[in-house]
């Protein structure tokens, strides 16, 4: 009998031991989303596997490559719970320094584009939820960290290359054809290695690579790197 009275008055302790456990872990989650991350993106180009970095211009996720270098500001992002009813976790990035701006990253509903703005801009298109893979190193959308290509764009796709943009391109290259004649086709491929600039699509189908070719359309893998050293596996769950 008095072993089962100490039983029952010790249920209250346990049960506020485990809640206290279970707020803790929450806690630590918490800490852990709020981890400001770049991103790294590992793929081949032209022949050449590196460690990429993510940039954000023109309203999209692109690959600053060596192979092909966009100028770009650098991702610099964390988790962040979606407004909504279905709570999902979301995933913004800093897109501006001066002045400072933040915008929601999502996946383009109908371009499969990865892309950045405000939460009107997310309405409709894929919003998460985003999260890690086990291991914690990668990012992973609906739950898995496959699917993530490069898309290299046509000419003219980037809104980078305008009316105007693509005038002072075409003033140089008559120049440069003027001056070294003869070399019009080595300008040609040189001024197009240059503008070819790669962006983050998210195919977990494989239609865009099917649509697109292996020429076009190459699988990544997209890399938390956290910032100052900090590593989100030491925050203990």
Known sequence: MVLGLLFISAIPTVIGVGEAISAQKKQNEAQKEKVKFALGITLTIDGVEEEATGVLT???????????PVKGFKFSGWYF???????????????????????WI?????????RYGSRK??????????HWTPNEKFLTLRGGGEG???????????????EEHKGDE???KD???EKEGGGAEAGEAGEEAA??????HWDPDGVLREQLGDERCVSVTLRRQLALGVDSRYVRD
């Not at 999502?106 to 990865?114: C, E, I, M």
């Not at 993530?148 to 305008?162: N, P, W």
């Open 58 to 68: 023109d309203g999209k996720l692109y690959v600053d490559h060596s192979a092909c």
């Open 81 to 103: 719970m979606y407004p909504g009813e279905e709570q999902l976790m979301g995933l913004v990035s800093m897109t501006n320094d001066n002045p400072p701006a933040l915008g």
């Open 106 to 114: 999502f996946v383009d509903a109908d371009t499969r584009a990865v």
């Open 121 to 130: 801009d997310t309405v409709g298109h894929v919003v998460g939820p985003w």
């Open 148 to 162: 993530f290509v490069a898309v290299k764009e046509e000419q003219g796709e980037g809104e980078e290359q305008g």
């Open 170 to 172: 075409k003033d140089k």
């Open 175 to 177: 120049k440069k054809d």
């Open 195 to 200: 503008r070819a600039r790669w962006v983050i």
